[in-house]
């Protein structure tokens, strides 16, 4: 998204409001594509939208498959995953760890999305189908029905009332199957020893293709991830007031974080802003290099720190 906005409009702390873009402010419009919540408020934004049409691939439609594996298909399903490497640019896939309620197991819930004729896209999905999940619910929807179709309608369940919930993220540039294993394992324990973070805890991997984001370059924008294969979440829901599966899960989502974070690809650990837990390094979420550009606006945009609830960023840096 952030590649393709043109222009905001943008409140200052002093109160200013302003029109952002490569041709005003060009450096604040460098920072809020990737730190923006550090600055002012957006009360306007201006997209460069591309036209589907029938001459697009998929013609605007996209094949999708939902897929549920049980606990000893997990293994192989990871392995499968690690073995596909970086993905075919149209392809998308979304992958769950979480607890089945109606089998009352640890399992995986996958989407993967292919925008092309289906044909070509179960063929790429192939080596899915072969280790025979459980569930593989295979339709075409327009784009415009995506996120209401994918994982058998999960997004209206992520948005359940009356509980609390804490997410822990890392960027990786490759799948390792053995980590991803031993955190399914950790998982099931979790599910087994705290019924009461079942409801909506998981793990989530979205790894989507990066050539787009990989053809800008790096010093474009604030954001300091693109050649990230795929992003983790994990959430933890408990109802509220339940400070032993709270504690668990704090416990556990930290552990998760730095067990991914070994096998990642990066140096260290490296923090999508959006899912971040906000224990994290700064370094971790905005990289040292950009963040003396990113306190120099800082220090012009806010000195008084106005805007300081989401991972503020100081005015002085190092």
């Keep these: 998204m952030i590649d393709a906005l043109e222009s905001v409009r943008f409140v200052a702390a002093n109160g200013s409001v302003l029109t952002v873009s490569k041709n005003s402010y060009p450096e604040l419009f460098w920072g809020i594509r990737g730190a923006g919540a550090n600055f002012g408020i957006i009360t306007e934004a201006t997209y460069d939208l591309h036209k589907v049409s029938n001459d697009t691939k998929g013609g605007g439609q996209g094949l999708t498959v939902d897929y549920i594996f049980p606990a000893e298909k997990s293994l192989p399903y990871f392995q499968a995953l690690q073995n596909m490497g970086t993905l075919p640019a149209n392809l998308a896939v979304i992958t769950l760890v979480l607890y089945n309620e109606t089998t009352g197991e640890t399992a995986i819930m996958a989407n993967w999305m292919y925008f092309g004729p289906e044909d070509e896209g179960l063929k790429v999905m ?19 029905e995506l996120l209401y179709s994918q994982g058998f309608g999960i997004n209206s369940a992520l948005c359940q009332g009356n509980l609390a919930r804490e997410t822990y993220t890392a960027q990786i540039k490759k799948v390792t199957a053995s980590t991803w294993q031993a955190a399914f394992e950790k998982m099931a324990a979790f599910y087994e020893a705290y019924p009461g973070g079942r409801a909506l805890s998981y793990l989530e991997l979205e790894t989507f293709p990066n050539e787009a984001a990989m053809a800008v370059p790096d010093g474009e924008t604030a954001y300091p991830w693109r050649d990230a294969l795929g992003t983790l979440g994990f959430q933890f829901g408990w109802i509220e007031g339940d400070t032993v599966v709270s504690n668990a899960a704090a416990k556990l989502g930290a552990e998760l974080r730095d067990d991914f974070t070994e096998t990642s690809g990066y140096p260290g650990l490296a923090a999508y802003v959006n899912y971040a837990h906000g224990d994290e390094p700064l370094v971790s979420i905005y990289r040292a290099d950009k963040l003396p550009r990113l306190a120099t606006l800082k220090k012009t945009w806010d000195p008084s720190n106005v805007f300081a609830y989401h991972l503020a960023i100081p005015t002085v840096y190092p």
């Design 126 to 144: 192939a080596p899915i189908f072969d280790l025979e999940p459980l569930v593989a619910s295979v339709n075409v929807v327009p784009w415009t």
